[in-house]
């Protein structure tokens, strides 16, 4: 299959990067050395980017390749592969899954069948089966059963509850589920040598956040601090391109922050669910899909904080 691509060289808040754009709606940028960003459509999940529309990320090491989340479909996965190829011709021995959203481990099956070994947190898994059929059915309507093909249920082969940490071809990686945010088993990975942090979904850029049904607006917070702590050089988003903390602070810190200041405010005056419209949420407009998300995001933030 060809492959066409073109580089780019962007500069993002004092962050120099090159980005490689796969014709396959995927583009690769260059964190720093041996480590990657792939950088999936930030629109809606579709037939043409068969899933992917999440960032991902891979660390090449001396024994192989380290995929951080296996993309939305066993195709999708494939073109993941694609990508990283472009890159380097070593295997990818072993994926990471951050989180149980569907772009974050429904690919599993692919790398599986290549040899990869599979590490994932409890709770990431216990979300995955949770969750399983309906992202499947939900993902088949959006991307179609072509796309779908060949996508099953594959967990991870190794899980742990809180901390995982080890080397692997000269390279230290720090695995941390800090608890609930964005799904029950978000999980960052650290790269301490380097100081480049894989946030999964803790961390949106570019676009606004989406606050589901499983989500923890605080624990969120609570994961982005533990996060900010490690003051990392590179932020590699779940969504977005890698940037920095500043503008992961701005797209995704300070409007959770506000956002359940916000709902905090309505539900001590006594307002109901129905005047969440009312919080002001307007300074974050320049985000992406902001009209279509900030009202359910404060009827998600709303309900939720009642019972806390």
């Known amino acids: 299959m060809l492959i066409r691509f073109t580089y780019i060289f962007?500069?993002?808040?004092?962050?120099?990067?090159?980005?490689?754009?796969?014709?396959?709606?995927l583009e690769v940028q260059k964190v720093t050395n041996n480590i990657y960003a792939v950088v999936?459509?930030?629109?809606?999940?579709?037939?043409?980017?068969?899933?992917?529309?999440?960032?991902?990320?891979?660390?090449?090491?001396?024994k192989g390749v380290v995929l951080i989340d296996s993309g939305g479909s066993y195709n999708g996965a494939k073109k993941i592969h694609q990508a990283i190829q472009t890159i380097t011709n070593k295997k990818v021995i072993l994926v990471i899954n951050t989180g149980g959203?569907?772009?974050?481990?429904?690919?599993?099956?692919?790398?599986?069948?290549?040899?990869?070994?599979?590490?994932?947190s409890k709770a990431s898994v216990n979300d995955q089966k949770k969750r399983a059929n309906h992202q499947l059915g939900f993902?088949?309507?959006?991307?179609?059963?072509?796309?779908?093909?060949?996508?099953?249920?594959?967990?991870?082969?190794?899980?742990?509850?809180?901390?995982?940490?080890?080397?692997?071809?000269?390279?230290?990686?720090?695995?941390?589920?800090?608890?609930?945010?964005?799904?029950?088993?978000?999980?960052?990975?650290?790269?301490?040598?380097?100081?480049?942090?894989?946030?999964?979904d803790i961390v949106y850029v570019?676009?606004?956040?989406?606050?589901?049904?499983?989500?923890?607006s605080k624990g969120?917070?609570?994961?982005?601090?533990?996060?900010?702590?490690?003051?990392?050089?590179?932020?590699?988003?779940?969504?977005g391109h890698v940037t920095n903390l500043k503008q992961a602070t701005a797209d995704t810190y300070n409007y959770l922050v506000e956002l359940r200041q916000g709902v905090s405010m309505l539900i001590d005056q006594g307002f109901g669910l129905d005047?969440?419209?009312?919080?002001?949420?307007?300074?974050?407009?320049?985000?992406?899909?902001?009209?279509?998300?900030?009202?359910?995001?404060?009827?998600q933030v709303y309900q939720k904080m009642e019972w806390e």
């Open 10 to 25: 962007i500069i993002l808040s004092g962050l120099f990067v090159t980005t490689k754009t796969i014709a396959s709606t």
């Open 40 to 62: 999936g459509d930030i629109n809606q999940r579709s037939p043409k980017n068969l899933g992917n529309n999440a960032t991902f990320g891979f660390v090449i090491t001396k």
């Open 101 to 120: 959203q569907d772009h974050r481990w429904l690919g599993n099956g692919y790398f599986k069948k290549q040899g990869a070994h599979i590490i994932a």
């Open 139 to 200: 993902l088949e309507g959006l991307v179609g059963k072509k796309g779908m093909a060949n996508t099953n249920e594959t967990y991870a082969d190794e899980t742990f509850v809180t901390k995982h940490e080890f080397k692997i071809g000269g390279m230290q990686f720090k695995l941390h589920n800090p608890g609930p945010a964005h799904t029950p088993g978000d999980t960052y990975v650290w790269l301490p040598q380097q100081k480049v942090v894989f946030t999964g």
């Open 206 to 216: 570019e676009r606004i956040l989406a606050v589901g049904s499983v989500s923890n």
């Open 220 to 239: 969120w917070i609570q994961s982005f601090e533990k996060i900010t702590a490690l003051k990392p050089s590179y932020v590699v988003p779940g969504h």
């Open 275 to 299: 005047a969440v419209s009312r919080i002001e949420q307007s300074k974050f407009s320049y985000l992406k899909f902001y009209n279509e998300l900030y009202g359910r995001n404060a009827h």
